[in-house]
């Protein structure tokens, strides 16, 4: 199969910088995709990574390499608000392809 | 708002019911996912549709169907409803670079 492997919780203080790993297997590997979801509501859109690299969006930073077959997303000057799950997700095939979705992982942000 | 809507929100129903889950992808797109997240459970893709045709297939189960209409808008039917497909149930659609937005989700409870 094609497993997605996140770590399952973690705990950061607020104002301080977390970083949330991901592996993937790399056959077909055609792009990856980081979610941010509160709990009980719908995954929101953060970053989007298909060439080997750091992309960075605010806050957020997301970098990818495709021959370890692992991404990690970057949270900076953490928020209370910033408490949720994070999800990694791989796309395998063309532009439209379905996404496999890691289990997430929780972030808990204290302050 | 990420521009994909879904009906109803909450649906409360009993064992060996039916039920139909709607999905308005946003303006523009022509793929729309359907996922199903239990809970303490990661997002398990179900089905995809790509402007009326069925394009790949999850974990749906024979008593699930889906399908798309010409206006774009998306149903999943659950039939013969357990106990154990109680969950939300996500549908997305992708923009063209293959981004997936996701609505906000139609939270089943079967009785």
């Known amino acids: 199969g094609q497993n997605i492997d996140q770590p399952t919780e973690m705990t950061a203080t607020e104002g301080a910088i977390v970083q949330i790993n991901c592996t993937y297997q790399?056959?077909?590997?055609?792009?990856l995709f980081w979610y941010q979801q509160h709990a009980g509501e719908a995954p929101t859109f953060l970053s989007y990574?298909?060439?080997?690299g750091l992309e960075e969006k605010g806050r957020f930073s997301s970098f990818l390499s495709r021959s370890k077959g692992y991404s990690y997303l970057l949270l900076k000057e953490l928020q209370m608000k910033d408490s949720a799950s994070y999800l990694c997700a791989v796309r395998y095939g063309g532009s439209q392809g379905n996404l496999i979705f890691g289990k997430g992982t929780k972030l808990s942000v204290k302050p | 708002d990420s521009g994909v809507t879904q009906t109803p929100k909450h649906l409360i129903t009993a064992t060996g019911q039916r039920v139909t889950l709607r999905c308005s992808p946003r303006?523009?797109?022509?793929?729309v996912y359907w996922y199903q997240q239990s809970l303490d459970q990661g997002l398990q893709f179900l089905i995809q549709y790509y402007n009326g045709e069925e394009r790949a297939k999850g974990n749906i189960l024979e008593r699930f169907s889906a399908q798309q209409f010409p206006d774009l808008h998306s149903e999943l039917n659950l039939s013969s409803l357990e106990l154990g497909d109680s969950a939300l149930y996500f549908c997305a659609s992708s923009s063209p670079t293959g981004t997936q937005y996701f609505g906000p989700g139609t939270r089943l409870t079967v009785l």
């Open positions: 303006s523009g797109d022509l793929s």
């Open positions: 790399t056959s077909g590997f055609n792009g």
């Open positions: 990574n298909v060439l080997d």
